[in-house]
T-cell receptor, first 114, second 108 residues
Framework: NAGVTQTPKFRVLKTGQSMTLLCAQDMNHEYMYWYRQDPGMGLRLIHYSVGEGTTAKGEVPDGYNVSRLKKQNFLLGLESAAPSQTSVYFC?????????????FGQGTRLTVV | KNEVEQSPQNLTAQEGEFITINCSYSVGISALHWLQQHPGGGIVSLFMLSSGKKKHGRLIATINIQEKHSSLHITASHPRDSAVYICAVSLTGNQFYFGTGTSLTVIP
């Protein structure tokens, strides 16, 4: 199993450009999440999905859109990139085990907006 | 207001030392997670616990639900343990809350 795979791993964008980050999981998990990680701050939730065709806003959703057309894929879009969106982005998926929710993370996407 | 607080933020240790990283949280949780992130790398789950203690190799995680506190211990630390260790909690809803991480450097 590949687990959670993010593409691309690195990207440099110019201000105003758009891009889509792809997250794919092969574990049949219902829940998927997009987080951003910035220095000195914990992972912050951008958007999440509790199942195919559903999405919801997290803590920092402004400037991002998401789609979950297929259960295994969760896409994060930046319509008009801004320097404030320079960050490392992590996708995660989770399932609920006997002890609670178990999360699996991707390798991260390092995005720089210049 | 951060639901999850970790200490210390940075930690440098000599190889072989016993290391403790602490985590306190302020919300009711269903489970607490310890995660590891190597420089430039992805995030890996080390432990998930809702009570008591778990051990995996040289790593030990404990949790005190009444005090809302958890510790991650590393015995006989090694340079390959150098990483950022993140404490996270999962609630009964859909979300996780994360601490800001503890950056550990183990010097040979």
């Amino acid at each position: 199993n590949a687990g959670v795979t993010q593409t691309p791993k690195f990207r440099v964008l110019k201000t105003g450009q758009s891009m889509t980050l792809l997250c794919a999981q092969d574990m049949n998990h219902e829940y998927m999440y997009w987080y951003r990680q910035d220095p000195g701050m914990g992972l912050r939730l951008i958007h999440y999905s509790v199942g195919e065709g559903t999405t919801a806003k997290g803590e920092v959703p402004d400037g991002y859109n998401v789609s979950r057309l297929k259960k295994q894929n969760f896409l994060l879009g930046l319509e008009s990139a801004a320097p404030s969106q320079t960050s490392v982005y992590f996708c995660a998926s989770s399932y609920t085990g006997t002890g609670g929710k178990v999360a699996f993370f991707g390798q991260g996407t390092r995005l720089t907006v210049v | 207001k951060n639901e999850v607080e970790q200490s210390p933020q940075n930690l440098t240790a000599q190889e072989g030392e016993f290391i403790t990283i602490n985590c306190s949280y302020s919300v009711g949780i269903s489970a607490l997670h310890w995660l590891q992130q190597h420089p430039g790398g992805g995030i890996v789950s080390l432990f998930m616990l809702s009570s008591g203690k778990k051990k995996h190799g040289r790593l030990i995680a404990t949790i005190n639900i009444q005090e809302k506190h958890s510790s991650l211990h590393i015995t006989a630390s090694h340079p390959r343990d150098s990483a950022v260790y993140i404490c996270a909690v999962s609630l009964t809803g859909n979300q996780f809350y994360f601490g800001t991480g503890t950056s550990l450097t183990v010097i040979p």
